[in-house]
Each structure stands twice: as structure tokens, then as C-alpha cells.
């Protein structure tokens, strides 16, 4: 194993691209995946990120472009020959092993004899070390996901691929999954590139994420830049939710100078930074422009004016309100957009919000962000045939 | 309306319970006819030859139970020959349906795509035909002169094979190789469909996980595919070598006197020689033989500890 030898290195995709026949899974795609890093690739299912991680993994062949780990070009490669594992969507242990045996794979196929220390602390590492010697239908789907997570670690690899790998646990499992796989990958320093679907799982545990929508990349960088300057309406909606307003601009304002931007919609006006516009404006010119719900402030009619000068304001009423314990949804009709969603923090609860209450919503301007109007206002907006 | 439609509760009670007992009891009327199918064409039959097998006497005068339990050591006696020929010919039958029926039972599971169905019923198609028609036409495959005779001779493959004593004089008819061509034919299917059946049901993705643990194609073959279809291999042993060990039509048909199988003198002994009780005897030994053959294979085998 040569490869295993070269101290680290980024994985590199040059152009990559899968077609089937005359479908395209992804289209060339140029990706760096830092050395270290916690990558993850998020998006709809069919939207390239399994045929991505199946390239690197060298399961799928790659229509053009190569793949390269640390310098060197791995695109010819049969699997066997990768310095890379994969944890498998639904683990895909062997049935016929146990557990120690399933862990002592790699291993004994690169003809290491003496495996029992290395299986010892690897059960250790994914705290399994009661089980070493069940049968993989003997274990919770918990548990067999951590054996799969220690059959691939303990080859260490160059690269950890996560194939949707918490897609099969219920959700209070997930989440104390997605804390140990963090923890795993700060102990052991190995590159993870995570495949998934789960906005909110790649959030928490990635430091960089990919959003892929259509077999591209549509953006890429750390969650909370991702979440706060979405550069296109799908990453907007895909990554949590966002309220977005179509609207004229009426002065364009300049980036440098500082000066905002104003747009018309709904009636009112909305100002926003130009730094916080990726997309061309000019005035006259049509802006979506957004904002997340959790930013916005609502007061009743009666107190439109005890709103601060300078926010942004939009006028409307509650159509639904859910109260979910930390906070309250609502849904509010507006002349700015037909369903403007507002989650307020249950401090102090105005008894006047209920449907069918005038509202004025309002926000700081800084908050605000631009969008090219030449896309569909819901792409990625999850449906619930999507979700099930 | 609620209150004077509702029933009174009273009654439902009797009403309830009555079809529970009665559900109770259709698992045991719904195994009456096949007790009494085994009842009337295993077991009885089975006592009845058990009975045979002790008796003593003649045609003319009667068989009567003597308890003459020698009839069993010089049917063993007379016939060892044809008891280990039958195994070894079963066995050899058995290695060369699973060397043939394992690779195509692989590329059906695996490589068939959409030809999988018209594959499988390529498989079975000669159950079509009568299984003595199918082997009286090997009969002529194999007869001297044909042509798979020729071709075997000239590559002096036939040389070979009679030196090793399968094939006599450069003939193949009349030949243990010829009994065992015939038994692996004609068995084939019995291999093909288990073994299909459970390489069918291993999960394609394992095959891409040791892959990506470092097992080339041959290795992942020999540590994943083969033992999780070791259910089909059993299986389909089985099935194959227990009939191919009583058979005796492929022997009388494409065999001859050297290459008698026990099946045939079984046979001959209740149908020429009418000796009933070396003919029961003989079935008995047969029947012990077999299960003493697939007991001390199964638990070499240990499947009980697969999934």
C-alpha cells in the first residue's frame, strides 16, 4: 500500500462527471476537500452527491474528469487498490462475520495477522466492546452503524466517505450519532466526506458543506455562511427556511460606498446592504430579496408605531400560529407574499397574536439578503412526498 | 339512536367466542390431508417393507416374519459393490453439477439483467420432456460413432479417460462415464435452482464493501460471495446427490453390467428376482447409508450457523 505512505493530502475533483446513457448524474463538478476537514455534501435524493462519493470511493466509474488524492490521480483505480473506505447507506455488514471478524476485514485482506489489539481499540473508540463477538442481525441499527464506522476506520483511511450513514436510525439516534461521528473525526483527524440529505445533520457536523441540486454544486462554505448569505433561491429554501419577496428596485445603492440598497415590494420598502446582494441590480430592475423567520419581529397594528425608525417593515395577517414549545410559528398573508412564515421566541407572548390579527412585521436590514429574480422562487422547497 | 341501536352487551359474549375455537382447530384440519397422504403412502408402506425385510420364504409358499434380521448382512454382502459405486457415481454426479451449476447460477443471480427470466426457464425446459426420453437421448449423444465419441477420441481425451477406467476402449457408452454424464444431466436443474436462490438473495452492496476493504474480486468471491451461498450449495447437494444414489435409470440405459447402481438391484431383485425381503433389506441399508452420508455432511458443513 504505497499510497498509504503519502503524508495526507487534499482530495481533488477535476471536472468529474457521471453520465448514464442519456442521463446525467452529475455534471463536471470541481471539488477540494481539505485534508482534516468534516466535508459534507447536501442535497435532494437524485441529486449527484451518492454518485459523487461513489466516484471517490471508485464504485462508480467516472464519465470524465479524475480524481486525485494528496497529488496523486487515483481515477483508475479498482476500489481494492483506494486508500478510501466507505460507510455504506444501511452498513452493508457481512452477515456470516462477527463483529470482531467484520471490524478485521480490511485488515486481513492486507494480510495483517495479529488484528486483535487494533479490533480491541476500535470497539472501544465506537464503545462496542461488549460485542465482539455477535452476529450483525444481533445488533440495533445503532450499533451496527458503529461497527460499520470501525470496519472502515480501522484501515485508516485517507478518507472516511459517509454514504447517508444515519439515514436508517430514528431521530433521537441520529442526533447522539451525529455528536459521536464529530467526535470520532476530531479523535482521529481522518478527512470525512458525508453524504446526506439532512440539511440539519450536515450543519452540525461539517465544517464545510457542499449544497448540490441537479448534479452541480450550487454552493459551497462553512453552515452558518451557507445559511445567512444563500446565493440562490435553492440554497435559501433547501437549508432551513427562508421568507423571500419579490420586489422593483428603487435605488441600487454601491458596495463600497455603503450605501443600501431599496426595493419595493408588497407596498412598502425594504432596504438591504449591497454587500449582501451576490446578484446584478439595477434600478428598476426586479430583486427577490429574503429574509429567515427566526429574524423577524412581529407586533400588532395597534403598535406600528412604537417600532423602531430604520427596519424594514411589511404589513399582513396571521393566517396560523403553531405553538411548538420554544417558540411560535406563524403564518402570515401579506401583500409582500401569500405565506410569510415568523418564528417568534416564547418570552414574552402577546395574547393579541392570533389568526386573523393585523400585524406589522419587521426586522433590521442587515439581516436582509439579495437574490437573483430570474429563479424560481421555491426551488428547494421541501415537499412532503420529498420528505417521507 | 346510538343508545336503542346499540346491541346488549350480553350476547356479543357466546357469539365471540364460538369461531376462536373453531379458529383454533383450522390449523389441524388444514394439515389433515397432507397426515393423511404421509400416513397412507410413507408410513404404512414404510412398516410394510420394514416387515418385508424380516420375513423369510417363497413365492409359492408364502413369506412369513422370521425376525431373520441376516437377510440385512447378505444383502450388504452380495451387493457392496453396487452400494459404493452408487455413491461414488452420485458423488461425482453431485461435484460436477455444482462445478457446472454454480458459475450459471452466478451469472443468473448477478449478470442475467433482464434475461434472468428466460434463463431460468432454459433451466427447467427439459422438464418438459419425459426424464426417460431426455435419457435415452443421451444414449444417442453418446453412442459409438456419434460424434461427441469422435471428437473425444481424436483430441485423445478417450485415452486418457480409459486408462483412469471411465471410459472402456474408446468407448463412452456402457461406461461409468457415461451413468454419471447421465446423472449430472439429468440432476442439473436441482443444483441450479437452490444455488440461484441464494447467491439471488446476497445484497449487491456487500460485494462493493469488501471491495472497498480491500478484497480484490477473487478474495471477495471466496470470503463473502461463496460462504453466504453455502445454504444453496447444501441445498442443492442434497438434492441432487440423495435421488442420484437411488437412481437406477441412468445406469440401466446408459450403463452396463460393470456399472450396475444399487437403485437397479433393488429393482431387479423386487420386480425379476421377486426376492422381497433382500429387496426391502436392500432399500433399508440404502436409506440408512443416505441419511448417515447427509447427516455427517450437514454438520461438516455448518450451516445451522448461517444466516
Known sequence: ?388 | MSVTDAPPAPDTGPEVRRPSTRRRLVPYWLLLPGILWLLVFFALPMVYQASTSVQTGSLEKGFEVTWHFRTYWDALADYYPQFIRSLLYAGSATLLCLLLGYPLAYLIAFRAGRWRGLVLVLVIAPFFTSFLIRTLAWKTILADGGAVVDVLDALHVLDVTSRLGWTENNRVLATPLAVVCGLTYNFLPFMILPLYTSLERIDGRLHEAAGDLYATPATTFRKVTFPLSMPGVVSGTLLTFIPASGDYVNAELLGSTDTKMVGSVIQSQFLRVLDYPTAAALSFILMAVVLLVVTVYIRRSGTEDLV
Request: include cysteine; charge should be neutral.
Open chain 1, 1 to 388: 500500500m504505497t499510497q498509504r505512505q503519502t503524508a495526507g493530502g487534499d482530495v481533488r475533483l477535476t471536472g468529474i462527471s457521471k453520465t448514464y446513457g442519456s442521463f446525467t448524474a452529475v455534471r463536471p463538478l470541481d471539488l477540494t476537500v481539505p485534508q482534516g476537514s468534516f466535508f459534507a455534501l447536501l442535497g435532494a435524493s437524485g441529486c449527484g452527491k451518492t454518485t459523487t462519493l461513489r466516484m471517490i470511493a471508485g464504485l462508480e466509474e467516472a464519465t470524465t474528469g479524475t480524481v486525485s488524492l494528496g497529488g496523486t490521480d487515483i481515477t483508475g483505480l479498482p476500489p481494492y487498490k483506494r486508500p478510501v473506505n466507505t460507510v455504506f447507506q444501511s452498513y452493508a455488514l457481512f452477515p456470516h462475520l462477527d463483529v470482531t471478524e467484520n471490524i478485521a476485514f480490511g485488515l486481513r485482506r492486507r494480510g495483517i495477522r495479529s488484528v486483535k489489539k487494533q479490533v480491541g481499540e476500535m470497539l472501544e473508540l465506537v464503545q462496542l466492546g461488549d460485542f465482539a463477538h455477535r452476529k450483525p442481525h444481533q445488533l440495533s441499527g445503532g450499533q451496527q452503524q458503529r461497527v460499520a464506522v470501525a470496519r472502515a476506520l480501522i484501515n485508516h483511511p485517507q478518507v472516511l466517505l459517509l454514504d447517508e450513514p444515519l439515514g436508517a436510525l430514528d431521530l433521537k439516534l441520529r442526533r447522539q450519532m451525529q455528536l459521536e461521528l464529530k467526535r470520532i473525526q476530531t479523535e482521529v483527524g481522518i478527512t470525512f466526506i458525508h453524504v446526506t440529505h439532512d440539511q440539519e445533520e450536515a450543519m452540525t457536523m461539517a465544517d464545510t458543506v457542499a449544497v448540490m441540486n441537479g448534479g452541480r454544486v450550487e454552493q459551497l462554505g462553512a453552515p452558518a455562511d451557507l445559511y445567512e448569505n444563500p446565493r440562490t433561491t435553492f440554497v435559501a429554501n433547501f437549508l432551513g427556511t427562508s421568507n423571500l419577496i419579490e420586489g422593483e428596485v428603487v435605488s441600487a445603492g454601491t458596495k463600497g460606498a455603503g450605501t443600501d440598497i431599496v426595493v419595493a415590494a408588497g407596498g412598502g420598502r425594504i432596504r438591504l446592504s449591497a454587500g449582501r446582494c451576490p446578484a446584478p441590480v439595477t434600478s428598476g430592475g426586479r430583486l427577490l430579496v429574503g429574509v429567515r423567520p427566526e429574524k423577524i419581529s412581529l407586533a400588532h397594528a395597534d403598535e406600528a408605531e412604537s417600532i423602531t425608525d430604520g427596519r424594514n417593515r411589511v404589513t399582513g395577517r396571521i393566517v396560523d400560529s403553531s405553538f411548538i414549545g420554544v417558540s411560535t410559528q406563524y403564518v402570515v398573508e401579506s401583500p409582500a407574499g401569500k405565506a410569510l412564515q415568523v418564528y417568534e421566541q416564547n418570552i414574552e407572548r402577546d395574547t393579541r397574536l392570533v389568526p386573523g390579527a393585523e400585524v406589522v412585521l419587521h426586522w433590521n436590514p442587515a439581516h436582509t439578503f439579495g437574490l437573483d429574480a430570474g429563479q424560481p422562487m421555491d426551488a428547494g422547497v421541501e415537499s412532503v412526498e420529498d420528505a417521507a
